[in-house]
């Protein structure tokens, strides 16, 4: 192979336009169930391959060429979004033994500090200072971070290059001495009660966590508990929030099965709860002599149960919030006297508190027609109030306690926006679609008050639709730089997501994911029928799952979009599930389904968005790479950008941009984060012709 498909110079002529680099085409031909298949970009998988790396490279000049009349517009949203920034900063800290907790940022500087006091006047100690820590690294991440419960170890995990190989290291907080062991490639950890033993999972070859070890501090050699040996199942440990009990929690898609150990017990023998059955997932916490599961082993939505942790067997399980077709039961917080429950109910989050004292229980009431909510950390059992986040596509992160005892709610803390931002200036609105076979699909959107429906408005429309995950309704400042500007920003709440339950879920994956991308199509529709936009106004955006969305949607419906962003797009969907040695094939063949099936292989052809690829328009699109992501390896997006240019008869900008030092979610430093989302927005705004 010679390289002559990399250019040699994309400036050396400024005054042409600056032309693509072409990637060679090696033809790699493969029968699947009778089927053959021609990649001709199989060979840009080689990562260090030399001229990989250069053709890579050269994607990069060439979009940084094309986008240079961008550049001043750039540094303005930099500026922009950085000024709305309270870089000096701390959040709202919380107890745990008798220390306060919190991190801090400091103007200027890439990643927080972590720290700690004995009480609001006390000095602050420093446990972890990511800016030093970092240093010699452009990418870095902490993952774990568990204190003994004594207060003197700290464990915790780190990554410098993005891949998601995380190593466990102890610091002894009294001495701030590093200990000399380390651990590679770790997952979760837990402290087992004596303060001395360590309980952590590492991962396989496929990134997969898959083996419990119990290391004793000091000691020479740690000890292997347990190995997961079917492949779709992850293993993860936790402590519960009473201290009593250590959980191992093997989880597959749809099933799970947990172990457990008392605390103070650390080198006593697991127990089993009950055993793995196909389609059943439970979920365990703790309080007094019971122990509390969510479970779906009676319908998809889950119920509430109890049983006594001296024999926790299903037939000793007590209902005591039953399934609800309409409700879907979420997640779970036990405490000393009362327990929270997450919910979802008409596609909103619920939080439902009861208390155990008076057996009362209330949800909390929430103001707006479209938010979100999340936990916050409540590290203590004996807590009197449940700290939580709320925020919404105008609402600034706010930071909430619920006491109990007064069934009310009070603000701590709401993220300040500066630079004048007032959300009284902005609508936000909850408004549905009508999907091809009837369903409603919600849809969440803001912009700025003012804005005529008359179709002239950009919009900036976003969605995932996998996993069960529901599509956060989040407040973000950056986006204030599109609103200002006169684009509205919508997202698709549809089917493969959470948002209505399981059901919801169900109804867009394996044979039925092409519900994801008619519901998605079904909500741009929508959005140009009633007038918020129009179709050379509308930009859609999809990150991982998400960017096969983008792929699928924009290989069915090219005419409804004016440009495409795709975020590390899993858009190589056939070749990656074929290759069960890739980190996440084997546990998601029950999310896409296994191509070695010849009906699933047969579905999954009919929207793989690479597989799809075909000689016609396509609308102007960014890509975004990242050549260490361990989630969607580089190549995908590569390959398929390649695919995409030799065939596409329009002249629309493709442009594929890859972050060389960094993962799955970009670069890890908050600043370098922001310059890297003014390439999005710039091009957004370009594409949709507004001026600066």
Partial sequence: MTATHVPQSLSAQPAEAPKPPVAEKVPKVDVVHGDQR????????????????????????????????????????????????????????????????????????????????????????????????????????????????????????????????????????????????????????????????????????????????????????????????????????????????????????????????????????????????????????????????????????????????????????????????????????????????????GGLPQLRVTDLRSGETQRVAFPEPAYEISTENNAEFEATAFRYLYESLVTPKSVFDYVVKKRESKLLKRTPVLGGYDPANYTSERIYATATDGTRIPISLVYRKGSKRDGKQPAYLLGYGAYGWAYPVTFNSNRVSLLDRGVLVAIAHIRGGGEMGKAWHDQGRMLQKRNTFTDFISAAEHLVREKYTSSDRLVIEGTSAGGLLMGAVTNMRPDLFKAVIARVPFVDAINTMLDSSLPLTVPEFEEWGNPAKPDEYAYMKSYCPYTNLAAKDYPAMFVRSSFNDSQVMYWEPTKCVAKMRSLRTDKNPLLLHTLIEAGHGGASGRYDYLRELTYEYSFLLWQVGIPE
């Fill in 38 to 345: 021609v990649d001709d970009y199989y060979w840009l998988r080689e990562k260090t391959n030399p001229e990989v790396r250069a053709y890579v490279e050269a994607e990069n000049a060439y979009a940084d060429a094309v986008l240079k009349p961008t550049a001043a517009l750039r540094e303005k949203l930099y500026k922009e979004m950085v000024g709305r920034i309270q870089e000096t900063d701390v959040s709202v800290p919380y107890r745990k033994d008798g220390y306060l907790y919190y991190t801090r940022t400091e103007q200027g500087k890439q990643y927080p500090i972590y720290c700690r006091k004995g009480d609001q006047d006390a000095p602050e100690q420093v446990l972890l200072d990511l800016n030093e820590m970092a240093r010699g690294h452009q990418y870095f991440a902490v993952s774990a971070f568990e204190v003994s419960d004594d207060g003197r170890y700290l464990a915790y995990s780190t990554d410098t290059t993005g891949f998601r190989v995380y190593t466990l290291y102890v610091k002894d907080l009294e001495t701030d001495a590093i200990m000399p062991e380390h651990r590679d490639d770790v997952d979760t950890v837990a402290w087992a009660a004596d303060n001395r033993t360590l309980f952590y999972t590492t991962k396989d070859s496929a990134k997969r966590p898959y083996r419990l070890w119990r290391q004793r501090l000091g000691a020479n050699q740690d000890e292997l508990l347990y190995e997961e040996t079917d492949e779709r199942f992850n293993v993860s440990v936790n402590r519960t929030r009473s201290r009593r009990y250590v959980f191992l929690t093997s989880a597959s898609l749809t099933a799970t099965e947990v172990r457990w150990l008392p605390a103070n017990q650390p080198g006593g023998a697991w127990r089993l709860v009950a055993e793995r059955r196909p389609g059943v997932e439970y979920y365990l916490d703790h309080r007094g002599d019971r122990f509390y599961i969510r479970t779906n082993d009676r319908g998809r939505n889950f119920r509430l149960a109890a049983a006594p942790v001296d024999d926790p067997r299903p037939e000793n399980w007590q209902e005591i919030v039953p399934h609800r077709p309409d409700v879907m039961l979420d997640g779970m917080h036990f405490f000393r006297d009362f327990y929270v429950l997450e919910e979802r109910e």
